[in-house]
């Protein structure tokens, strides 16, 4: 019986820190999920679509570009990439939803929690100022409350789930 025990502590003590089983130790941090669309607006009003984490809530729009910038906050595709349209894999412009997977793999994204998660829409050819959001994160019952997301270190946060209804965008953050 001792030596039942004995294994049995040995076996404890090699397994407790194993968490992400017979997975790299290096896989990339990040977050994924679906991008519902409702209401698409004419083709030549959607210039670009991109998702953008904020770790905290916009306040003004002086500062959103700095930002961006300055990589407080991330954005997927990153800039100088081809935006979601633009996506080769997957047919984006009037379809029902795509997949998305906003990864530390080829990005700036950090582990952290972002309290703003949102589809950014380019409307216009101004791309400095025709921008407003689609759809946000959200996990309450009204589609405009934004929810946290935690990104965790060699972690894929799955059912980041966004809904972009274009009829009804949500509010800018900013006031």
């Known amino acids: 019986m001792k030596q039942f025990a004995l294994w049995g502590a040995i076996l404890v003590a090699c397994c407790a820190g194993c968490d992400t089983g017979l997975g790299p130790p290096d896989a990339p941090s990040g977050f994924s999920g679906v991008i519902h669309f409702k209401h698409w607006p004419p083709a030549d009003s959607v210039q670009e679509l991109r998702v953008i984490a904020f770790p905290e809530y916009p306040s003004d729009s002086a500062s959103i570009l700095l930002d961006i910038l300055y990589g407080y906050a991330i954005v997927y595709p990153q800039i100088g990439q081809h935006n979601l349209l633009e996506d080769t894999t997957q047919q984006v412009l009037f379809a029902d939803s795509i997949h998305y997977s906003f990864t530390t793999a080829g990005t700036t994204l950090k582990v952290g929690v972002y309290s703003y998660v949102a589809l950014a829409w380019r ?31 060699h972690k894929n946060v799955t059912g980041i789930d966004i809904v972009a209804d274009f009829a009804n965008p949500p509010p800018r953050p900013w006031r």
């Open 123 to 153: 409307y216009g050819s101004n791309v400095f100022a025709d921008w407003r959001p689609a759809g946000v994160y959200t996990m309450g019952p009204g589609p405009f409350d934004p929810a946290s997301v935690r990104v965790l270190l």
